[in-house]
């Protein structure tokens, strides 16, 4: 069983920057995926990188914007968001799974609590 726990988020007004981390009890062979969902809204993959070879993908909304890494030493993924706008606003997962370009919620298996991002215009 993976373990997920996302933190960093906040409140940032539009333009501003944050960095999410989720600490990653193994990745046990998973790519880590980071989602978003904001209230009355399907979850949306937003980015994931693979555990084999760190390929990234982004969502179009985010692409530009945003950065994923891991550091394997502490175990943990990162999301840097730049420039945030108010429809980023939304509660962000960290999950474990697949990560083979679309970044779909049905292809991970283990989620983290959220963390809430709220970006104010």
């Known amino acids: 069983e993976v373990q997920l726990q996302a933190s960093g988020g906040g409140y940032v007004q539009a333009g501003g920057s944050l960095r999410l981390s989720c600490v990653v009890s193994?990745?046990?062979?998973?790519?880590i995926g980071w989602f978003r969902q904001a209230p009355g809204k399907e979850r949306e993959g937003v980015s994931c990188?693979?555990?084999?070879?760190?390929?990234?993908s982004y969502s179009d909304s985010v692409k530009g914007r945003f950065t994923i890494s891991t550091d394997y030493a502490k175990n943990t993924v990162y999301l840097q968001m730049n420039n945030l706008r108010p429809e980023d606003t939304a509660t962000y997962y960290c999950a474990a799974g697949l990560c083979s370009g679309p970044i779909r919620p049905y292809e991970y298996d283990y989620w983290g609590q959220g963390t809430q991002v709220t970006v104010s215009s």
């Open positions: 193994t990745f046990s062979g998973y790519s």
């Open positions: 990188i693979s555990r084999y070879d760190s390929k990234t």
